[in-house]
T-cell receptor, first 115, second 113 residues
Framework: DAGVTQSPTHLIKTRGQQVTLRCSPK?????VSWYQQALGQGPQFIFQ???????QRGNFPDRFSGHQFPNYSSELNVNALLLGDSALYLC??????????????FGPGTRLTVL | AQSVTQLDSQVPVFEEAPVELRCNYS??????LFWYVQYPNQGLQLLLK??????LVKGINGFEAEFNKSQTSFHLRKPSVHISDTAEYFC???????????FGSGTRLLVRP
């Protein structure tokens, strides 16, 4: 059973560019959450998608957007990249029902470097 | 607003010694509590969780944690650590009405031979 997969593993961009990160959830999961983990810090919640809609959003600017496809996979898009966007981006999948606290399974992350 | 504090950024310990990683949280509502481990170049793995019931929670790899509501703490313990336990450990909370996990800044456990 494949777990959560993310692509690419590493990415280098320059300021002002746009980037798209991809996530495939664990088999059977219908919910995808994205987190940003800056160096030396804990992950911070960006947003969660369920049924192709954003259900909840953290304190991130509109430059961060996402999408969920009918097969439950998801993309995270970041526009107008800033140096401060350099981080490890983690995707987590879970089942929405029956409870909020269903375990979130994390992928290995995408390391984004903005120069 | 909810927050999680992990007071120790790094905890060095000798192999086979006991260890405690501290976690305190602040919240005005009921929360669920979690400990995750992150090995180098990997994602997060759930060690254990407290949802309700017994305040002593047992997890994988011999770890356990105790929920103390009066002290708003959820400290992680292991009676005897191994070299392979060297990793970053994150405490997290989730409100009953929210989907997001709020993480602490992490504690690096360094096990020495």
């Amino acid at each position: 059973d494949a777990g959560v997969t993310q692509s690419p593993t590493h990415l280098i961009k320059t300021r002002g560019q746009q980037v798209t990160l991809r996530c495939s959830p664990k088999s059977g999961h219908d919910t995808v959450s994205w987190y940003q983990q800056a160096l030396g810090q804990g992950p911070q919640f960006i947003f969660q998608y369920y049924e192709e809609e954003e259900r909840q959003r953290g304190n991130f600017p509109d430059r961060f957007s996402g999408h969920q496809f009918p097969n439950y996979s998801s993309e995270l898009n970041v526009n107008a990249l800033l140096l401060g966007d350099s981080a490890l981006y983690l995707c987590a999948s879970s089942l929405l029902e029956p409870k909020f606290y269903n375990e979130q399974f994390f992928g290995p992350g995408t390391r984004l470097t903005v120069l | 607003a909810q927050s999680v504090t992990q007071l120790d950024s790094q905890v060095p310990v000798f192999e086979e010694a006991p260890v405690e990683l501290r976690c305190n949280y602040s919240s005005s509502v009921s929360v669920y509590l979690f400990w995750y481990v992150q090995y180098p170049n990997q994602g997060l793995q759930l060690l254990l969780k407290y949802l309700s019931g017994s305040t002593l929670v047992k997890g994988i790899n011999g770890f356990e944690a105790e929920f103390n509501k009066s002290q708003t703490s959820f400290h992680l313990r292991k009676p005897s650590v191994h070299i392979s336990d060297t990793a970053e450990y994150f405490c997290a909370v989730q409100m009953d009405s929210s989907y997001k996990l709020i993480f602490g800044s992490g504690t690096r456990l360094l096990v020495r031979p």
